[in-house]
């Protein structure tokens, strides 16, 4: 019967909305969006302003730890060319970890009741959907540029001229997978906390949510670090030679444990 009820009483995808020429607008996902984006320039001004070649501060420290890191990772994949990427790979990364970490933050007016007036804004498919079309159009423009007009639509070719419409299909998927495969953990974060709401007493609401927050602290990182990776694998299978075509294929859809340890260090 509770399981019922909780069908009946879960509301999914339901947000405050405006109007404007025709389309509807999510407030609280704006808001957090804008927050987020908020965050992120600060963050980035200030390192600018206290940058120093000295003893470096502890928000410098953690700057040049985050490029580092996605540094190594796409050099790894790409060897010296990758730095052009890292700059995107440092955005998406730390952009959607502060969108992600958003939702922690507890904004309900009436807990239990009432949604977050700032929920995670990666927990909408609209931001994840709109970061993963921006990557896959560059993807396809460094293709491009690296192959050439013959070269990027003879690539759809390998191995076989019969396997073009599957490799289509592939590259039309590309932005879908990315988006749900981000949308869909964030989302199942917020749907657990409904549930435990829904479904235990009053009492014990608030002790499933601290349980559940730091998990879900933990996944929005991983989540991440996924997408900022597959970001890399991507340009990286974009700009290679077919030589790598089955290396970088494999890589970029079958992201496994190992290999995020591996990138990761």
Do not use: C
Request: aromatic residues 12%; without cysteine.
């Amino acid at each position: 019967m509770k399981t019922l009820y909780a069908a009946k009483t879960i509301s999914v995808g339901v947000h405050p909305t405006v109007h404007v020429f025709g389309l509807a607008i999510d407030t609280d996902i704006v808001t957090s969006t804008l927050l987020a984006a908020a965050i992120f320039l600060f963050l980035g001004f200030r390192m600018v302003a206290k940058v120093t070649d000295g003893v470096p501060s502890k928000l410098q420290i953690f700057w040049e730890f985050l490029y580092d890191q996605v540094k190594d990772l796409a050099e790894s994949a790409m060897g010296s060319k990758g730095r052009r990427f890292v700059p995107i790979g440092l955005t998406l990364f730390l952009f959607i970890l502060i969108s992600n970490w958003i939702g922690f933050i507890p904004s309900a007016m009436h807990p239990g009741s009432s949604g977050e007036i700032l929920p995670a804004p990666t927990g909408d498919v609209n931001l994840p959907l709109a970061m993963a079309l921006l990557v896959i159009i560059w993807v396809h423009v460094e293709s491009f540029r690296a192959r050439g007009f013959k070269g990027y639509f003879n690539h759809y070719r390998q191995p076989y001229a019969a396997l073009a419409p599957i490799n289509v299909i592939e590259e039309i998927t590309k932005p879908i997978t990315l988006t749900f495969r981000l949308f869909g953990n964030l989302f199942s974060g917020g749907l657990m906390i409904a549930v435990m709401t829904t479904l235990l007493p009053i009492y014990v609401v608030p002790f499933g949510e601290i349980i559940w927050k730091p998990f879900d602290l933990f996944i929005g990182a991983i989540q991440a670090y996924i997408f900022m990776l597959l970001t890399i694998l991507y340009f990286t299978f974009a700009t290679s030679n077919e030589d790598h075509h089955d290396a970088a294929h494999d890589a970029a859809h079958h992201v496994t444990p190992e290999a995020l340890h591996e990138a990761s260090h």
